[in-house]
């Protein structure tokens, strides 16, 4: 399997998962690229997976959808052009004898799903939306900072080799927000570097993996004292630590 990020708008990705003959598209918030892409690719378009109801995320569906008959995928709790199937955490669906597994992460919207395969021969893929972003997270439109860490949490715990692929391009932004929390973390010092380096070349800084998440992510790091002290905190608990770290984040 490979996976095809296809720019979109000012800083979307829509990632294609694909083999040499069929495709499943993630988020398709523009049906055009998508169908150029299909085109230039000679893929079929089996299905679509979407995460959250954000235009940016779901403006492609009805036309890809009439365009291929591919069959929707999205959250139960949330109104996506339909008809799609409506899925929340814990059910799971198989495509091209992938298992894909659905996890529930409200916070950015109410309710956000995200689709998780363990993979067959290749590491696990994440498709989070925009909860669990590239250094960051994200903004909690309609959840609350508890629902968003609980969200995290469920991510950060899965395998560490886990591909992650979120659909924004916002990991420059994010580590420079990170590196004020945390100006002494090596792993996230060795990440500004090489992230400085994709960008430099227009190359996407995606995927990410879990285990670099962990190390680098202030969002899933509220036990780090360095975090802590920054904040003027101590002894404080993750979700104070989040709660906080999150507000700042939407002044950065
Ligand atoms: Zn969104
Ligand atoms: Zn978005």
Redesign the pocket.
């Known amino acids: 399997m490979q996976l095809t990020p296809l720019p979109a708008f000012n800083d979307?990705y829509l990632w294609l998962w694909h083999n040499s003959t069929h495709a499943v598209v993630v988020?398709p918030?523009d049906g055009e690229v998508v169908m150029q892409a299909l085109a230039r690719l000679q893929l079929h378009l089996d299905a679509i997976l979407v995460t959250h109801h954000?235009a940016?995320?779901t403006g492609g569906v009805n036309l890809l959808r009439e365009a291929t008959q591919a069959v929707v995928y999205g959250p139960a709790g949330e109104n996506i052009p339909g008809p799609y199937v409506a899925l929340t955490g814990g059910d799971t669906f198989d495509w091209q004898g992938q298992r894909i597994e659905v996890i529930d992460v409200p916070g950015h919207t109410a309710g956000h799903i995200a689709y998780f395969a363990p993979g067959k021969g290749d590491a696990p893929v994440l498709f989070c939306?925009?909860t669990l972003f590239s250094g960051g997270c994200?903004r909690l439109f309609e959840g609350t900072p508890a629902q968003m860490l609980t969200s995290l949490k469920k991510l950060a715990a899965l395998p560490t080799q886990t591909r992650v692929y979120c659909?924004?391009e916002y990991t420059l932004h994010n580590i420079n927000f990170a590196l004020g929390l945390e100006p002494n973390n090596q792993a996230l010092m060795n990440r500004h570097q090489s992230t400085i380096a994709q960008r430099n070349q227009l190359l996407p800084s995606l995927p990410s993996t879990i285990g670099l998440e962990l190390a680098t992510n202030p969002f899933l790091r509220g036990h780090s004292l360095e975090i802590q002290a920054s904040l003027g905190l101590k002894n404080a608990s993750e979700l104070e630590v989040f709660s906080i770290a999150r507000n700042m984040r939407n002044h950065y």
Do not use: A, E, P, V
Request: no cysteine; proline share 0%; hydrophobic share 0%.
């Open positions: 979307n988020d918030g954000h940016d995320h939306g925009d994200g659909t924004h």
